[in-house]
């Protein structure tokens, strides 16, 4: 399916940030879905991160794909505060031909998805906009990198992008205890928007992924969580893609199913008894 996409900015005033739009057809009953790219918060970009927000638009989704600010020099929490500005500005204001009764959504792949969990806390604690889903593949959830995956794939605290993100990210390590920069260590983690999370067998992030899945379940959030088969080279392969990349397909139908029933179900549960 052909995805067209134009560049739009979203807000206004400084908190405004550039974005990239991605159609696959017009329809106005269409979901809508922030998107923020991976990147280890300090590099990517709307436009280099297509990969991820071109299956969400080929699932059916109207995806915002923004350029959210860079670490280090803006740590902590300037990117996560400017993009709740977006998601805000975004549940007011809407796109041209997108109705304002479209179901609202968070998504991002590593660093995104990280961004895209603090969202989801951001919106439950401020009550506001109300989210249908948030959507996170092999997110980057837990500064400590000491799980057994990440020790697996030979990285960890010290002399990897990752570690190197998260030290740009946060400036001092106070700052990790809080929970929206690391929502895996959140100590209240009920009434968040329903969640599908999505890693790998071969994904470093895999370990803190299903970690957060479970503890979200825990917590009595409707979650689907999906393990794809190796190889798939997750997290890098969602930044810089393979020529072979047989999980495509498979991630595309999992996104069309959890937007299909999150949108059904918020209709429900908005219709009149």
Not at 203 to 223: H, I, K, N, P
Not at 248 to 262: I, P
């Amino acid at each position: 399916m052909a995805t067209r996409w134009t560049d739009q900015i979203i807000g206004t005033g400084p908190q405004a940030l550039p974005a990239r739009i991605y159609r696959s057809a017009a329809s106005g009953a269409a979901p809508v879905v922030l998107h923020m790219h991976a990147g280890a918060f300090v590099s990517g970009s709307a436009d280099k991160g297509r990969t991820v927000p071109e299956l969400l638009a080929d699932a059916g989704a109207v995806v915002v794909s923004a350029d959210y600010p860079l670490a280090p020099q803006y740590r902590f929490p300037f990117a996560v505060q400017s993009l709740f500005a977006a998601l805000k500005w975004l549940r007011t204001n809407r796109l041209d031909g997108v109705s304002k009764k479209a179901g609202l959504f968070v998504a991002g792949e590593e660093a995104g998805g990280n961004l895209a969990a603090a969202l989801a806390l951001m919106a439950r604690d401020q009550q506001e906009p109300e989210l249908a889903g948030q959507i996170l593949l092999s997110p980057m959830l837990d500064p400590v990198l000491g799980s057994c995956s990440v020790r697996q794939a030979n990285a960890g605290p010290s002399g990897c992008q990752w570690a190197d993100g998260w030290h740009q990210y946060l400036g001092s390590a106070d700052k990790a205890a809080h929970p929206y920069a690391a929502p895996v260590n959140s100590s209240r983690l009920s009434g968040v928007a329903p969640a599908l999370i999505i890693t790998a067998q071969d994904d470093l992030l895999r370990d803190e992924s299903l970690r957060y899945a479970r503890r979200l379940r825990e917590s009595g959030v409707a979650v689907r969580e999906h393990v794809l088969s190796a190889p798939t080279h997750w997290p890098c392969a969602l930044v810089n893609p393979q020529s072979d990349q047989r999980w495509t397909e498979q991630v595309r139908g999992l996104f069309k199913s959890f937007l299909s029933d999150a949108v059904s179900n918020r209709r429900a549960a908005l219709s009149p008894v």
